[in-house]
């Protein structure tokens, strides 16, 4: 499970997107991933730790290999986008509310039809 | 401004300076007055948004072509305490036909003073978008305008 701002956290640093796009394209052991993007086997799997903890990867054997996929259900990711367009969306709500009801205090203003 | 989160859903909440009934009628009719202008799916620009304010109504993005998009089904209206909305939105910016794979945005007004209202927004059921959240993931980069909502969150 995720904890808040986690996914977009995981996805700001540049080498981890690249990571997490490229297992999202096709399913990766770690080395295979070292070896195609410019980062060392350690980096990889610290990267992986991170976006896994962010629910943005899962990881599953197959034989001696540990392979990453993309997580499935993604849900954490459309989480953190609803969540920061509602944040945004009542902000904006507010501001539109206090304005209008600050107007209509200080002189009514006409019903619409 | 608190934001909870479960599994499958989004919760935000606000205290507005405001009446209730004024704070609902906003929300509501007003829409157009407080949604970001770039958040809709229509090809051409967005010109007005209409909310009609009953059960079966729908919410309405008018675009500057005279092009027209009923992109979420009014399934509660209780003024001025709560409205319920669908979000026939696919998670590749489609207008979703099938309501078994549409979400739902709740909002509740509570008063907590004579100019002051409590406004909860629930986004539920978020996982019946299923599968194409590849496409919400790039939209987190790239889509919708995460850019001004950054801006925005940067202003002291």
Known sequence: MTNHGAVLTALADPTRRAIFERVARSPSAVGE??????????????????LKAAGLVTDHSAGARRVYSADPAGIAVI????????????????????????AAASQPIQEEP | MTTQTQATSVTTQT????????????????????????HHILQADLAEMVFEPRVGGHIIDRGTDGSECRW??????????????????????QLETDPAK????????????PDRTHVTLTHRHLDRHGDGWQNMREAVGSGWNLVHYAEIAAQP
Do not use: M
């Open chain 1, 79 to 102: 989480r953190d986008y609803f969540e920061q367009v509602w944040q945004q969306s009542l902000a904006r709500f507010s501001a539109a509310a206090e304005a209008a009801a600050e």
């Open chain 2, 102 to 113: 549409t979400s739902e945005v709740e909002v509740t007004f509570i008063s907590i003073g």
């Open chain 2, 72 to 93: 979420s089904r009014v399934l509660a209206y209780d003024p001025p305490n709560r409205v319920c909305f669908s979000w026939d939105i696919s998670l590749s910016w």
């Open chain 2, 15 to 38: 205290d507005v300076h405001a009446p209730i009934e004024h704070a609902f009628r906003v929300f509501t009719e007003g829409i157009g007055s407080w949604w970001n202008p770039d």
């Open chain 1, 33 to 50: 991933l070292a070896r195609e993007l410019p980062v060392s086997r350690p980096a990889v799997s610290q990267h992986l730790k991170i």
